[in-house]
């Protein structure tokens, strides 16, 4: 153990390149994005020293430290962004810092990933508020580096000590981009580079830049001098040989296929060769001490690039692999030997399958060759809806240890599926969700309730769809629709009858703003579309909520003994006086209502007692027929509990405090608690996750 200790550290020292995921993509909380550690592989399999930071990680840890959570609850974000205390950012902070230790499992593992158990997705709330995408004139400017949200993140990669921690014979620093929200922090890191080590080379790389115009690109490399090179497409080959001239001294970027670069006064764009034969690819090289900071984290295994449809009108991933073919995938025994061969070095056992979509025939193969080679194993994958997923091939993806496949359904509405050239109608969705589910291959549905031409009756209708299918659903994601200008709809969008717009205006979710193509659907209106976007939220927030059935488990439920003693869910909930209201928000089934301001006496009466009955709390009202009201409406939004043996304390303090409790309730009139009833509260903030 003391020489693998020994040997690992001169392998550190000797390592020349550093491999580095930035900020912001918070629906990688808790797992290992797999672009470093497949580069890593690569070049390592040349002779080079490699090592590897996910500064996403450690931005997450940043932001719960107590400090921290304490500015959040108050609304304190960013000098230009200021929220009110009831914002859902500023209520998950407290939550978060109340149930903090929930985070971490026993070893001090992060236990962030989007789908935990508990509060996790209350850190993706807080975490949001630094989702911040710039366009490329905002970028330009020469007071970019001094905006709020540029210092936020310099003093994170300050804190972060990723500087200090690089060993001495490092030379590049390849900063991998594959998500929009990543280009800002990326820039700043660049910067903080630079202005400490400006003999590093900085090598940007990664979807982000392989989608962007080549008029931003060359606004950016003209602009931004701290780049010293960005590859685009299949990174592998590129990186490679700019990694070979740094080390020998030369830099040549013009030189090397797919790269873009500010050399000698001006742009260049080399256009690229076909990238590697990925059945020929090392295995991916995923560092032991990310991994061991992760309580529960997927190893990528490639099972293709590109996709095998490849024409979905809104997706432009299909780009991505430009000078290869558009379709290249692995041998079936090469990804479960990888598997096998990942188990043995990191003792881990689950997987992502890396694939914009899974094809059916090698879902079956690859399931029945995990099957045959007795290893025990959970998996995950994006797929689509195929009718060749027949139920004989979905029983066997459950029987290989599917965890769950991960479907852009995106929608019911037959017309606007054929439009935007999904595979799939409303009856094969239907089908294959139903399938799955008798299975027992549980499923992750996206859902774009707007795409191209949608009217406002037409989301309402796929939305009553996806709810009668809820049974059968484990996850939703809800993504708006936002054209890019390297989809096929961005390249045509008066045939989707979208009307372009000329506006300064850019922002966009998933990819830098400037691919983010400014238009308008006439099909809704924007309180139209404003509502139909609010009701697919509150689907998912329903359907996500179920994954803490087990916590809720001893939340109050309505066939209880009237003598049952109670007290109320306080630790889940969050509450705070909004005008004449008070809101509460209660973290595990993630509902926000607010209720009267008159309310505050007689919630303050049963926050404050330990435990009481039924019928105690209805007779603490002067009119018991109000507080059978009173009760109902506390047991309907979950916030009683069954008040456990081990905590029963009959004393004379809690005794005390319901007497105190009956006295307070009082003031409330009847008629107040019975015209009175929990409502959702209107948001002027930040819609919840």
């Avoid at 070893?107 to 949001?128: C, I, S, T, Y």
């Avoid at 900085?202 to 606004?219: A, E």
């Avoid at 049963?606 to 435990?611: E, M, T, Y």
Wanted: hydrophobic fraction near 40%.
């Amino acid at each position: 153990m003391i020489e693998m200790l020994k040997d690992k550290q001169t392998q550190r020292l000797q390592a020349e390149v550093s491999l580095v995921f930035p900020p912001l993509v918070t629906t990688n909380f808790g797992n290992y994005y797999p672009s470093t550690a497949i580069l890593s592989s690569y070049l390592k399999s040349y002779g080079y020293g490699v090592v590897q930071a996910d500064l996403n990680e450690k931005f997450a840890r940043y932001l719960l430290q107590v400090e921290m959570l304490n500015k959040f609850a108050e609304g304190n974000f960013l000098d230009s962004i200021q929220l009110p205390t009831e914002a859902i950012p500023c209520l998950s902070a407290r939550l978060i810092h109340r149930h903090r230790q929930l985070l971490f499992d026993e070893h001090g593992r992060d236990k962030f990933r989007a789908n935990a158990l508990g509060p996790a997705h209350l850190l993706m709330n807080v975490a949001q508020m630094y989702h911040i995408v710039f366009d490329a004139v905002t970028i330009q400017q020469p007071g970019f580096y001094d905006t709020s949200a540029a210092c936020f993140y310099l003093d994170f990669y300050q804190w972060s000590g990723y500087l200090e921690s690089l060993p001495p014979k490092v030379h590049t620093v390849g900063i991998s981009v594959p998500m929009g929200p990543q280009l800002v922090p990326a820039l700043v890191l660049a910067r903080h580079i630079k202005s400490q080590r400006p003999d590093l080379t900085v090598i940007f790389g990664g979807p982000t830049l392989s989608l962007m115009n080549l008029k931003d690109l060359d606004r950016l490399l003209t602009t931004v001098k701290d780049i010293d090179a960005v590859v685009r497409f299949d990174g592998e080959l590129p990186l490679l040989r700019l990694v070979e001239q740094r080390q020998h001294q030369k830099w040549e970027p013009t030189k090397v296929p797919a790269v873009s670069s500010f050399f000698n006064g001006e742009v260049h764009h080399v256009p690229p060769e076909p990238g590697p034969d990925i059945k020929l690819l090392p295995y991916g090289d995923y560092d032991e001490e990310i991994m061991g900071a992760l309580a529960d984290p997927e190893i990528g295994v490639i099972q293709a690039r590109g996709c095998y449809w490849g024409k979905c009108a809104y997706c432009d991933y299909v780009e991505l692999y430009k000078g290869s073919s558009p379709y290249r995938t692995q041998l079936v025994d090469r990804l479960v030997e990888e598997m096998e061969y990942q188990i043995r070095i990191h003792g881990r056992n689950q997987f992502a399958i890396i694939s914009e979509s899974i094809p059916p025939l090698f879902a079956r193969k690859m399931s029945e060759a995990i099957i045959a080679s007795g290893l025990t194993l959970s998996w995950v994958s994006f797929a689509m809806v195929d009718e060749r997923f027949t139920p004989e091939v979905l029983q066997l993806i459950a029987q290989s240890g599917c965890d769950y496949l991960e479907i852009g359904i995106e929608s019911m509405t037959d017309r606007v599926l054929k439009l935007v050239e999904k595979a799939s109608t409303n009856e094969k969705n239907k089908n294959f969700v139903r399938d799955a589910a008798a299975a027992g291959v549980k499923l992750k549905l996206n859902l774009i309730p707007d795409l191209p031409s949608t009217t406002y009756r037409e989301a309402l209708e796929s939305l009553e769809e996806f709810r009668a299918l809820e049974d059968c659903i484990t996850f939703v994601g809800v993504y708006p629709f936002e054209p890019t200008r390297s989809s096929k709809i961005g390249r045509n969008p008066s045939f989707y009858s979208l009307k372009t717009e000329d506006t300064g205006n850019q922002e966009g979710q998933s990819q830098y703003p400037a691919n983010h193509l400014i238009s308008q659907d006439p099909a809704m209106t924007a309180t139209e579309r404003q509502e139909v976007h609010a009701k697919f939220f509150a689907f998912r927030e329903h359907i996500n909520a179920r994954r803490n059935a087990e916590l809720t488990k001893t939340l109050m439920v309505t066939d209880l003994d009237s003598s049952c003693l109670l007290r109320l869910a306080d630790e889940y909930l969050d509450f705070v006086e909004v005008d004449d209201n008070i809101q509460c928000y209660h973290y595990l089934t993630r509902k926000l209502f607010c209720v009267p301001g008159y309310w505050k006496d007689a919630l303050a009466s049963v926050r404050s007692s330990q435990s009481f009955s039924c019928d105690e709390l209805i007779n603490w009202f002067a009119e018991p027929s109000i507080g059978q009201i009173f009760y109902q409406q506390l047991s309907e939004f979950r916030m009683l509990m069954k008040y456990t043996p081990a905590e029963v304390n009959a004393d004379e303090k809690n005794n005390a405090l319901k007497a105190s409790s009956r006295n307070r309730l009082k003031i409330v009139t009847g008629e107040q608690i019975a015209s009175a009833s929990i409502q959702p509260p209107k948001l002027k903030y930040l819609e919840a996750r």
